[in-house]
C-alpha cells in the first residue's frame, strides 16, 4: 500500500527464482527502491548499491519515526500499479503493467466475488494477505 500511496509501482519478485532471472527483472523494470525482510536483505542482487533497500523488519525503528502523513500525490487510473513479469515468449522474462483503474476493478469485482477471492489468494502465495474493505 505505501508503494502505491507513494506514487510508485509495486514489482513483486519471487527470490525462489535463478538470480539472473531476477537481476533481468530488476535491470528491465528499472528498479531503484527494494522493500524486502531481514532473510533476503543480504541477496547479492540488493547489495551492488544501484537501489536504495529498506529492510522492513530490522529498519522498523527507522521506519516507525518516519512521517505517516499520506503524500499528497494524485494518483491517476491510468498509472502503474504494479508489474508482474511472465516467462516471455523469447525466453526473457517480460512486463506487463496493472494500472490503478485495472486493479481497483480487480479489488471490487474480489468484493462481488468471494469464491474467486479464496482461488486468488491461494494462487498468489499462501504467506501473502490482503485486506479488503468490502
Known amino acids: 500500500m ?3 500511496k507513494a506514487g510508485a ?5 519471487d527470490l525462489t527464482f535463478p538470480d539472473e532471472r531476477i537481476a533481468h527483472i530488476l535491470h528491465d523494470a ?3 527502491v527494494v522493500l524486502c525482510d531481514a532473510s533476503s536483505a543480504e541477496s547479492a542482487l540488493f547489495n551492488h548499491g544501484r537501489f536504495k533497500r529498506v529492510c522492513m523488519d ?8 518516519s512521517s505517516t502523513r499520506s503524500p ?7 498509472q502503474r500499479a504494479y ?3 511472465t516467462s516471455g ?3 526473457l522474462p517480460k512486463g506487463v503493467e496493472v494500472n490503478h483503474g485495472a486493479f481497483a476493478n480487480l479489488l471490487a469485482s474480489m468484493c462481488r466475488e468471494p469464491g474467486w477471492w479464496q482461488m486468488t489468494v491461494y494462487w498468489l502465495s499462501p504467506r501473502w ?4 474493505p468490502c
Request: glycine share 2%.
Open 2 to 4: 505505501a508503494v502505491m
Open 9 to 13: 509501482a509495486f514489482l513483486p519478485l
Open 30 to 32: 528499472k528498479a531503484s
Open 58 to 65: 530490522s529498519d522498523a525503528e527507522v521506519i516507525a519515526k
Open 72 to 78: 499528497s500525490l494524485l494518483i491517476q487510473a491510468q
Open 83 to 85: 508489474v508482474i513479469y
Open 89 to 91: 515468449s523469447t525466453g
Open 129 to 132: 494477505r490482503l485486506i479488503l
